[in-house]
Protein backbone atom coordinates (compact mmCIF):
# COMPACT_ATOMS: atom_id res chain seq x y z
CA UNK A 1 0.00 0.00 0.00
CA UNK A 2 2.83 2.55 0.89
CA UNK A 3 4.77 1.80 -2.00
CA UNK A 4 1.80 2.29 -4.03
CA UNK A 5 1.02 5.49 -2.25
CA UNK A 6 4.74 6.49 -3.31
CA UNK A 7 4.26 5.44 -6.76
CA UNK A 8 1.07 7.98 -7.35
CA UNK A 9 3.05 10.88 -5.51
CA UNK A 10 6.00 10.41 -7.85
CA UNK A 11 3.02 10.24 -11.03
CA UNK A 12 1.89 13.56 -9.69
CA UNK A 13 4.64 15.35 -9.04
CA UNK A 14 5.93 14.03 -12.23
CA UNK A 15 2.82 15.27 -14.11
CA UNK A 16 2.93 18.50 -12.30
CA UNK A 17 6.73 19.41 -13.33
CA UNK A 18 5.51 18.41 -17.07
CA UNK A 19 2.90 21.03 -17.21
CA UNK A 20 5.27 23.50 -15.28
CA UNK A 21 7.97 23.02 -17.91
CA UNK A 22 5.47 23.05 -20.97
CA UNK A 23 6.60 25.90 -23.58
CA UNK A 24 5.33 27.53 -26.84
CA UNK A 25 7.07 25.87 -29.57
CA UNK A 26 7.38 30.13 -31.14
CA UNK A 27 8.35 28.14 -34.66
CA UNK A 28 5.55 26.45 -35.13
CA UNK A 29 2.29 27.84 -36.52
CA UNK A 30 0.18 26.84 -33.27
CA UNK A 31 2.52 28.11 -31.05
CA UNK A 32 2.38 31.57 -33.37
CA UNK A 33 -1.47 31.37 -32.29
CA UNK A 34 -0.81 31.04 -28.77
CA UNK A 35 1.68 33.62 -27.94
CA UNK A 36 -0.49 36.01 -29.99
CA UNK A 37 -3.65 35.02 -27.80
CA UNK A 38 -1.14 35.15 -24.50
CA UNK A 39 -0.53 38.82 -26.02
CA UNK A 40 -4.06 39.91 -26.61
CA UNK A 41 -6.17 38.17 -24.76
CA UNK A 42 -5.94 34.56 -23.54
CA UNK A 43 -5.37 31.07 -24.28
CA UNK A 44 -9.35 30.52 -22.76
CA UNK A 45 -12.04 31.28 -25.13
CA UNK A 46 -14.20 33.40 -23.37
CA UNK A 47 -11.87 34.85 -21.07
CA UNK A 48 -12.36 38.53 -20.21
CA UNK A 49 -8.79 40.44 -20.88
CA UNK A 50 -8.33 44.01 -19.75
CA UNK A 51 -5.83 46.34 -21.26
CA UNK A 52 -5.73 50.00 -20.37
CA UNK A 53 -3.37 53.44 -21.27
CA UNK A 54 -2.95 56.99 -20.08
CA UNK A 55 -0.86 59.92 -21.95
CA UNK A 56 -1.10 63.46 -23.68
CA UNK A 57 -2.53 64.43 -27.06
CA UNK A 58 -1.26 67.23 -29.17
CA UNK A 59 -1.82 69.40 -31.69
CA UNK A 60 0.59 70.65 -34.60
CA UNK A 61 -0.06 73.72 -36.58
CA UNK A 62 2.39 74.80 -39.44
CA UNK A 63 4.52 78.09 -38.05
CA UNK A 64 3.03 77.64 -34.66
CA UNK A 65 4.88 75.89 -31.70
CA UNK A 66 3.03 72.30 -30.65
CA UNK A 67 0.61 72.87 -28.03
CA UNK A 68 -0.66 70.06 -25.40
CA UNK A 69 -4.42 69.71 -25.86
CA UNK A 70 -5.51 67.26 -23.63
CA UNK A 71 -4.41 64.24 -21.42
CA UNK A 72 -5.66 61.10 -22.57
CA UNK A 73 -6.61 57.96 -20.21
CA UNK A 74 -8.72 54.77 -21.72
CA UNK A 75 -9.15 51.03 -21.61
CA UNK A 76 -10.21 47.87 -24.26
CA UNK A 77 -11.75 44.70 -22.42
CA UNK A 78 -12.08 42.25 -24.88
CA UNK A 79 -12.00 37.85 -25.49
CA UNK A 80 -10.74 35.68 -27.74
CA UNK A 81 -12.68 32.59 -29.28
CA UNK A 82 -11.21 29.52 -30.87
CA UNK A 83 -11.90 28.88 -34.73
CA UNK A 84 -10.77 26.08 -37.28
CA UNK A 85 -10.19 26.68 -41.10
CA UNK A 86 -9.95 23.63 -43.04
CA UNK A 87 -7.00 24.99 -44.51
CA UNK A 88 -5.43 27.52 -42.15
CA UNK A 89 -5.88 25.62 -38.80
CA UNK A 90 -7.07 26.36 -35.58
CA UNK A 91 -6.74 30.45 -35.06
CA UNK A 92 -8.69 32.69 -33.46
CA UNK A 93 -10.80 35.57 -33.00
CA UNK A 94 -10.85 38.97 -31.02
CA UNK A 95 -13.70 41.01 -29.76
CA UNK A 96 -13.17 44.24 -28.20
CA UNK A 97 -15.16 47.45 -27.18
CA UNK A 98 -13.08 50.32 -25.63
CA UNK A 99 -13.12 53.97 -23.83
CA UNK A 100 -10.54 56.90 -23.94
CA UNK A 101 -11.34 60.00 -22.15
CA UNK A 102 -9.88 63.34 -23.05
CA UNK A 103 -9.23 65.15 -19.84
CA UNK A 104 -7.96 68.67 -18.94
CA UNK A 105 -4.02 68.94 -19.08
CA UNK A 106 -3.88 70.88 -16.25
CA UNK A 107 -6.10 69.23 -13.98
CA UNK A 108 -7.01 66.03 -15.06
CA UNK A 109 -10.84 66.57 -14.93
CA UNK A 110 -13.09 64.98 -17.40
CA UNK A 111 -13.69 67.42 -20.13
CA UNK A 112 -17.61 67.77 -21.18
CA UNK A 113 -16.89 71.30 -23.15
CA UNK A 114 -14.04 72.78 -24.72
CA UNK A 115 -13.08 76.30 -25.87
CA UNK A 116 -11.40 75.78 -29.08
CA UNK A 117 -8.80 78.30 -29.13
CA UNK A 118 -8.25 78.63 -32.98
CA UNK A 119 -11.95 79.27 -33.49
CA UNK A 120 -13.01 80.44 -30.34
CA UNK A 121 -16.05 78.46 -30.13
CA UNK A 122 -17.08 76.36 -27.27
CA UNK A 123 -17.72 72.77 -28.34
CA UNK A 124 -18.99 69.44 -26.78
CA UNK A 125 -16.40 66.59 -26.24
CA UNK A 126 -17.44 63.14 -27.75
CA UNK A 127 -14.69 61.05 -25.96
CA UNK A 128 -13.90 57.68 -27.61
CA UNK A 129 -16.32 55.23 -26.96
CA UNK A 130 -16.18 52.42 -29.56
CA UNK A 131 -18.44 49.87 -30.07
CA UNK A 132 -16.92 46.89 -31.44
CA UNK A 133 -13.54 46.89 -32.39
CA UNK A 134 -13.15 43.43 -33.36
CA UNK A 135 -10.38 41.85 -34.72
CA UNK A 136 -9.84 39.92 -37.75
CA UNK A 137 -9.32 36.02 -37.82
CA UNK A 138 -6.00 34.73 -37.17
CA UNK A 139 -4.96 31.51 -38.03
CA UNK A 140 -1.57 29.18 -38.55
CA UNK A 141 -1.06 29.61 -41.99
CA UNK A 142 -0.78 33.55 -43.27
CA UNK A 143 -1.95 35.01 -46.13
CA UNK A 144 1.48 34.49 -48.21
CA UNK A 145 0.14 30.75 -47.61
CA UNK A 146 3.25 29.74 -45.56
CA UNK A 147 2.74 28.86 -41.62
CA UNK A 148 3.63 31.58 -39.40
CA UNK A 149 6.17 32.10 -36.81
CA UNK A 150 6.09 34.18 -33.39
CA UNK A 151 9.81 36.25 -33.83
CA UNK A 152 10.10 39.17 -31.54
CA UNK A 153 12.76 41.05 -30.91
CA UNK A 154 14.37 39.69 -27.83
CA UNK A 155 16.83 41.90 -25.63
CA UNK A 156 17.74 40.30 -22.06
CA UNK A 157 14.48 38.11 -21.67
CA UNK A 158 12.25 41.18 -22.89
CA UNK A 159 10.32 40.42 -25.85
CA UNK A 160 9.14 43.69 -28.18
CA UNK A 161 6.72 43.50 -30.79
CA UNK A 162 6.03 46.63 -33.23
CA UNK A 163 2.99 47.56 -35.40
CA UNK A 164 2.81 50.00 -37.54
CA UNK A 165 -0.89 50.99 -38.59
CA UNK A 166 -0.75 53.13 -41.83
CA UNK A 167 -4.51 53.90 -42.59
CA UNK A 168 -6.02 55.27 -45.69
CA UNK A 169 -9.73 55.10 -46.10
CA UNK A 170 -12.94 56.64 -47.29
CA UNK A 171 -13.91 59.26 -44.83
CA UNK A 172 -17.25 58.47 -43.23
CA UNK A 173 -18.03 61.78 -43.01
CA UNK A 174 -16.80 63.19 -46.69
CA UNK A 175 -18.62 62.82 -49.41
CA UNK A 176 -18.54 60.96 -52.68
CA UNK A 177 -15.90 63.05 -54.69
CA UNK A 178 -12.85 62.40 -52.12
CA UNK A 179 -10.25 60.60 -54.35
CA UNK A 180 -10.72 64.02 -56.69
CA UNK A 181 -10.68 66.52 -53.48
CA UNK A 182 -9.24 65.16 -50.80
CA UNK A 183 -10.84 64.33 -47.27
CA UNK A 184 -9.75 60.87 -47.40
CA UNK A 185 -8.74 59.58 -43.76
CA UNK A 186 -5.08 59.06 -43.95
CA UNK A 187 -3.82 58.50 -40.09
CA UNK A 188 -1.39 56.44 -38.47
CA UNK A 189 -1.45 53.95 -35.00
CA UNK A 190 1.85 52.71 -34.05
CA UNK A 191 1.59 49.98 -31.52
CA UNK A 192 5.05 48.68 -29.46
CA UNK A 193 3.81 45.51 -27.03
CA UNK A 194 6.64 44.44 -24.86
CA UNK A 195 6.58 41.46 -22.09
CA UNK A 196 9.19 38.66 -20.54
CA UNK A 197 9.62 35.75 -23.55
CA UNK A 198 9.71 33.00 -20.80
CA UNK A 199 6.22 34.51 -19.32
CA UNK A 200 4.66 34.31 -22.96
CA UNK A 201 6.20 30.80 -23.41
CA UNK A 202 4.67 29.58 -20.32
CA UNK A 203 1.54 27.31 -21.41
CA UNK A 204 0.67 26.99 -17.85
CA UNK A 205 -0.40 30.48 -17.77
CA UNK A 206 -3.65 31.51 -20.25
CA UNK A 207 -2.06 34.97 -20.56
CA UNK A 208 1.01 36.91 -20.53
CA UNK A 209 1.74 40.52 -18.26
CA UNK A 210 2.14 42.58 -20.92
CA UNK A 211 2.96 46.76 -21.33
CA UNK A 212 2.05 48.80 -24.02
CA UNK A 213 2.92 51.66 -25.83
CA UNK A 214 0.59 53.79 -28.36
CA UNK A 215 1.28 56.55 -30.67
CA UNK A 216 -1.66 58.00 -33.35
CA UNK A 217 -0.81 60.53 -35.87
CA UNK A 218 -4.33 61.65 -37.49
CA UNK A 219 -6.45 64.72 -38.54
CA UNK A 220 -7.90 67.05 -35.81
CA UNK A 221 -10.99 65.46 -34.01
CA UNK A 222 -14.36 66.12 -35.69
CA UNK A 223 -15.96 67.45 -32.85
CA UNK A 224 -13.33 69.87 -32.50
CA UNK A 225 -15.04 71.31 -35.52
CA UNK A 226 -12.03 72.88 -37.47
CA UNK A 227 -13.41 72.69 -40.42
CA UNK A 228 -10.16 72.93 -43.18
CA UNK A 229 -7.86 74.45 -40.91
CA UNK A 230 -4.12 73.17 -41.70
CA UNK A 231 -2.50 70.81 -38.92
CA UNK A 232 -2.62 67.56 -37.22
CA UNK A 233 -3.32 65.75 -33.78
CA UNK A 234 -0.54 63.28 -32.55
CA UNK A 235 -0.73 61.01 -28.90
CA UNK A 236 1.69 59.13 -27.03
CA UNK A 237 0.43 56.96 -24.27
CA UNK A 238 1.04 54.24 -22.50
CA UNK A 239 -0.20 51.26 -20.29
CA UNK A 240 -0.44 47.69 -19.52
CA UNK A 241 -2.67 44.29 -19.37
CA UNK A 242 -4.50 44.43 -16.22
CA UNK A 243 -5.23 41.86 -13.61
CA UNK A 244 -9.09 42.49 -14.34
CA UNK A 245 -11.70 45.19 -15.09
CA UNK A 246 -11.63 46.23 -11.46
CA UNK A 247 -7.89 46.88 -11.60
CA UNK A 248 -9.39 49.81 -13.93
CA UNK A 249 -7.78 53.47 -12.45
CA UNK A 250 -11.01 55.27 -10.63
CA UNK A 251 -11.68 57.42 -13.46
CA UNK A 252 -12.57 55.48 -15.60
CA UNK A 253 -14.72 52.73 -13.63
CA UNK A 254 -16.81 55.58 -12.34
CA UNK A 255 -17.25 57.21 -15.49
CA UNK A 256 -18.49 53.54 -17.51
CA UNK A 257 -20.32 53.03 -14.57
CA UNK A 258 -22.15 56.10 -15.27
CA UNK A 259 -22.34 56.26 -18.53
CA UNK A 260 -20.86 53.43 -20.62
CA UNK A 261 -22.42 50.37 -19.01
CA UNK A 262 -21.82 47.76 -21.51
CA UNK A 263 -17.96 48.75 -21.29
CA UNK A 264 -17.62 46.77 -18.07
CA UNK A 265 -17.16 43.66 -20.21
CA UNK A 266 -16.69 43.12 -23.95
CA UNK A 267 -18.79 41.90 -26.61
CA UNK A 268 -19.92 38.60 -27.35
CA UNK A 269 -17.69 36.00 -29.41
CA UNK A 270 -19.95 35.96 -32.44
CA UNK A 271 -20.42 39.63 -32.73
CA UNK A 272 -20.28 40.83 -37.00
CA UNK A 273 -21.40 44.47 -36.32
CA UNK A 274 -18.95 46.65 -38.12
CA UNK A 275 -16.18 48.16 -36.02
CA UNK A 276 -16.80 51.60 -34.46
CA UNK A 277 -14.40 54.42 -35.06
CA UNK A 278 -14.04 57.96 -33.76
CA UNK A 279 -15.87 59.08 -37.66
CA UNK A 280 -18.41 57.16 -37.54
CA UNK A 281 -19.26 57.21 -33.85
CA UNK A 282 -19.67 61.31 -34.16
CA UNK A 283 -21.60 60.78 -37.19
CA UNK A 284 -24.11 58.68 -35.56
CA UNK A 285 -24.17 61.73 -32.93
CA UNK A 286 -24.85 64.58 -35.56
CA UNK A 287 -27.32 62.55 -37.60
CA UNK A 288 -28.82 62.14 -34.07
CA UNK A 289 -28.78 65.95 -33.04
CA UNK A 290 -30.51 66.65 -36.92
CA UNK A 291 -33.28 64.44 -35.90
Known amino acids: MKHNLNMLICAVLALATLEASAQIDFDTGEGYIQAQRKI ?8 PVTYMWQGRAYARVPGE ?5 FRVVGMNVRQCVTLNDAEKGEGYRMVSREIMLYQDPKTGEILRDWDNPWTGESVKVLHVANDPVNGRPTFP ?18 AFLTFEVPLFYTNVL ?12 HATEIFDFTGDINDIADLSKNTADINVAWVRI ?28 DDLPAVLKDEIRANYPDYTSPPPVDDTRPNETSWTYFKKYIDGQKN
Open 40 to 47: HCSLKDND
Open 65 to 69: RDKQL
Open 141 to 158: VGRNGKEQKFAPLVIDDV
Open 174 to 185: GGDYQPYVGNTY
Open 218 to 245: APWLPWMKMGGRSGLMYFNAVGKKLGSW
